[in-house]
């Protein structure tokens, strides 16, 4: 069975930052597309960030410049580096993978901001 696992989440003051980390198990394929979604309470999820197997990013205008996907396709695994955390970017993140759409979720990492 494929699937995400997510890590690195947790309570991080304002400023601070954070790495998150979401290994694929159960396939050695590489996944055209790895990304971070987060939903907060009583809100839509929505993208955060994403890259493809060639290395091409996108971003959410709220992160850009503080957040940053990267991927490691020998370990199948896709990171997002959190700098300069607000107290809005408190939420549960979760990783997502697919091949034209994202349609492998994980079970979500709370990231928690504090002011």
């Known amino acids: 069975q494929v699937r995400l696992v997510e890590s690195g989440g947790g309570l991080v003051q304002a400023g601070g930052s954070l790495r998150l980390s979401c290994a694929a198990s159960g396939t050695a394929l590489r996944f055209p597309l790895m990304g971070w979604y987060r939903q907060a309470l009583g809100k839509q999820r929505d993208l955060v960030a994403g890259i493809t197997s060639g290395g091409s990013t996108n971003y959410a205008d709220s992160v850009k410049g503080r957040f940053t996907i990267f991927r490691d396709n020998d370990k199948n695994t896709v990171y997002l580096q959190m700098v300069s955390l607000k107290p809005e970017d408190t939420a549960v993140y979760y990783c997502?993978?697919?091949?034209?759409?994202?349609?492998?979720w994980g079970q979500g990492t709370q990231v928690t901001v504090s002011s």
């Open positions: 997502a993978a697919g091949r034209i759409d994202y349609d492998l």
